[in-house]
């Protein structure tokens, strides 16, 4: 599948399977975020995977929207070693880890496992319940798994905008 089919492909998953991703496919997903840019390369992001039964229920506790993935991503990053802009008002910390989770999510549709971008949780709640060390931030949670068999796209998944309504020349 070429780069335009996957994206057009690819779709926010709200029903797994419950099997957790296999560990090939685990490796490439995890490889793809491993390669993505990051500001000054300094790779700060911090990835944990979720598959244990006692894992995925503190999931559970966090967020009702684990939708019986396998499998979930906790994408976090180190909030010492970022890229501070100029004017010190932004750093790169949720950019990078936002360009990592989205390698990941469109390297788990290449390798046939779909996903949900989940931000509907407390980040401190999150790191708190799985014990992260203090000097990380959590992004976001990314399931991974398969789709179960009555699973799809959401009816508004191929609604998008005109590019003349996002998109300004200047």
């Known amino acids: 599948m070429d780069f335009s089919e996957l994206v057009k492909a690819r779709y926010s998953c709200k029903k797994f399977d419950g099997r957790p991703v296999e560990k090939a496919q685990l490796d490439a997903i995890l490889e793809a975020g491993r390669l993505a840019p990051t500001a000054k390369n300094l790779q700060e992001q911090r990835i944990y995977v979720v598959q244990s039964e006692e894992g995925l229920a503190k999931v559970d506790q966090?967020?009702?929207?684990?939708?019986?993935?396998?499998?979930?991503?906790?994408?976090?990053?180190?909030?010492?070693?970022?890229?501070?802009?100029?004017?010190?008002?932004r750093d790169s910390g949720v950019e990078d880890a936002s360009i990592v989770a989205t390698h990941m999510l469109l390297a788990a549709k290449a390798c046939g496992v779909e996903s949900?971008?989940?931000n509907f949780f407390d980040p401190e709640a999150v790191a708190k319940t799985f014990g992260l060390p203090e000097n990380e931030e959590v992004l976001m949670l990314l399931d991974l798994g398969y789709a179960a068999e009555d699973a799809g796209p959401l009816p508004t998944h191929s609604q998008r905008k005109d590019l003349s309504e996002t998109v300004t020349y200047i």
Do not use: H, Q, S
């Open 62 to 89: 966090v967020t009702p929207c684990r939708y019986n993935a396998g499998t979930v991503l906790i994408v976090a990053f180190d909030k010492n070693n970022v890229f501070v802009y100029p004017g010190e008002k």
């Open 116 to 118: 949900c971008w989940l």
